[in-house]
């Protein structure tokens, strides 16, 4: 089992600093582009609920009706995420996307992962409210992003601090060559210049430019280590 993670003071301040009037989706992006991280949003969902921030946004429970929430409920632990948003959407003559009804049901605390999810076979997969496909791998309630699952199964084990990117930000394009393995740095570098594409092939060349712009940091870096060595 991971260990979990420690937020450092910096990460919390983030997080007060910016979450005043703004939706917790677009808290959970920034989050991890100015981080280079990949939390899930209810990991970051949770720790908001923990140090007790909240954007001064209405509740998202106030723009439902308690019969909408109720029938969340009773219809939750049968149904796919797809399927609950189509019954949904046809019993309140609704328009809602399934990441609306996915986030909904996270921030509800249903107990779909606690029942649909232990009793699911290995093999099974399934969308996260991020909109990533993971694959349960082994019981009772063991998943991994199916992405990596198919980086490794081609280049074996992802190196420490390195992260799966998908190219074309298409989180359903598993094509290998869509897959492009980056570093912490790498990715930090390519969020803070823009250089994560919808196209895939800019989004190799942004990748490029990263290595780059690191290759002369680190260079420099040396340049002003061996200065001082023989100062």
């Known amino acids: 089992m991971s260990r979990p993670h420690i937020y450092t003071p910096e990460q919390i301040q983030f997080l007060k600093r910016n979450i005043q009037g703004r ?50 409920k009773e219809n939750f632990a049968e149904h796919t995420y797809a399927e609950l948003t189509k019954l ?8 809602k996307s399934k990441l609306t009804v996915i986030r909904l049901c996270v921030y509800s605390d249903l107990s779909k992962h606690k029942i649909f999810a232990r009793n699911c076979p290995i093999g099974h997969e399934r969308i996260d409210s991020d909109g990533y496909t993971k694959v349960k791998i082994a019981y009772p309630n063991i998943w991994r992003h199916k992405h990596l699952i198919i980086w490794e199964r081609e280049h074996g084990k992802m190196p420490k601090y390195h992260f799966v990117l998908f190219a074309d930000k298409n989180k359903l394009n598993f094509a290998l ?16 210049y823009g250089l994560i594409f ?10 490029l430019i990263a290595k780059l712009k690191l290759a002369i940091v680190d260079k420099e870096r040396e340049a002003r280590g061996n200065q001082k060595w023989h100062t």
Request: net charge positive; aromatic share 14%; proline share 0%.
């Open 23 to 72: 939706s917790y989706s677009d808290l959970h992006r920034l989050f991890n582009e100015h981080f280079g991280l990949d939390f899930a949003f209810n990991k970051i969902i949770r720790k908001i609920k923990y140090l007790g921030l909240h954007n001064g946004r209405r509740n998202l429970y106030r723009c439902y009706s308690s019969e909408e929430i109720q029938f969340l």
């Open 88 to 95: 949904f959407n046809e019993r309140f003559g609704a328009t």
């Open 177 to 192: 060559d869509n897959l492009l393995l980056v570093s912490s740095r790498e990715i930090s570098i390519m969020n803070r």
């Open 198 to 207: 919808q196209d895939a092939e800019k989004t190799k060349i942004g990748l």
